[in-house]
């Protein structure tokens, strides 16, 4: 995919904890194919309720997603942007997979699907809270195996959209990318990293070592999630948090990072 320009004045931290040690090519290559699953895909719903006169129109669908060893079927809930498609008569254009913070989809996400939009790129953003965080913090708490479950499904979800998008009459399926803020940018750097069929990323304040960001982590979901399960425990400290964590997070994208094109991913 050509690549992806997006200027955006910002102040973030960065999370990165340095008490990983680096994984044999070994060790990366068993990640890396754990997550060449296949996915199979419905499209449940889609409205679209613009007008010939809009320069974007944008479709609300639901996508139901199966795919290896999972739990229960994941539903997807997917705002796609596309330029005015009788305008695009046959034209053939690239597309992104957008991945949302903590919380979900917000404005920044809008404004940028629009501006992929302006630009000839289907936006596609996927709503769902891959890692249950506003869930847990709110409602109860998941297994805390469900922290790497978010992995397969994040996976699962752009492969299933990546699908979609193929069978797209108006879509490049050779220039496919992905976009992440934050929570969305771990997740969609793991992403990136396992599925070389995406062609360019831009992930926006993420970070690796996922314990640690779990651990120390001032972001009120997470905080509240990290409160319940220090309770939970009897943890005593942020260390002793940390430290449970490792027990159950045995991926990460800092393990596979290695494996990304530099000229590929904008930060």
């Known amino acids: 995919m050509d690549r992806i320009i997006i200027f955006l004045c910002l102040f973030f931290l960065s999370f990165t904890s340095y008490s990983r040690d680096p994984l044999s090519d070994e060790e990366i290559s068993y990640i890396i194919n754990e997550f060449q699953f296949d996915v199979v895909y419905k ?14 129109w944008v479709y609300k669908k639901k996508v139901d997603v199966q795919y290896p060893n999972m739990t229960e079927p994941l ?11 009788n305008r695009l008569a046959d034209k053939k254009i690239p597309m992104v997979v957008m991945l949302p913070p903590t919380g979900g989809m917000n404005l920044l996400d809008r404004r940028m699907a629009d501006s992929f939009c302006e630009q000839s790129t289907v ?6 809270d891959f890692a249950n965080i506003v869930y847990q913090a709110q409602e109860k708490l998941l297994p805390p195996e469900d922290h790497e ?33 934050s929570l969305g940018g771990i997740l969609g750097a793991f992403v990136m990293s396992t599925q070389p069929q995406i062609a360019a990323g831009y992930v926006i304040v993420a970070g690796g070592d996922v314990p640690a960001i779990l651990a120390q982590s001032q972001q009120e ?28 997070l045995s991926i990460d994208p ?4 290695s494996t990304m094109l530099p000229e590929t991913l904008k930060m």
């Open 123 to 128: 936006a596609a953003i996927i709503e769902n």
């Open 254 to 257: 800092m393990d596979v990072a």
């Open 149 to 181: 479950r978010s992995y397969y499904r994040a996976v699962a979800g752009v492969k299933a959209m990546m699908a979609l998008g193929a069978n797209d009459p108006n879509v490049n399926k050779e220039k496919m990318g992905i976009f992440g803020v």
């Open 221 to 248: 979901d997470v905080s509240a999630i990290r409160r319940k399960r220090m309770s939970e425990q009897g943890l005593k400290d942020r260390e002793q948090y940390e430290a449970f964590l490792r027990q159950y």
């Open 75 to 85: 539903q997807l809930s997917v705002s796609y942007y596309i330029p005015n498609r």
């Open 43 to 56: 499209e449940l719903s889609s409205s679209n309720n613009s007008s010939n006169w809009d320069d974007c």
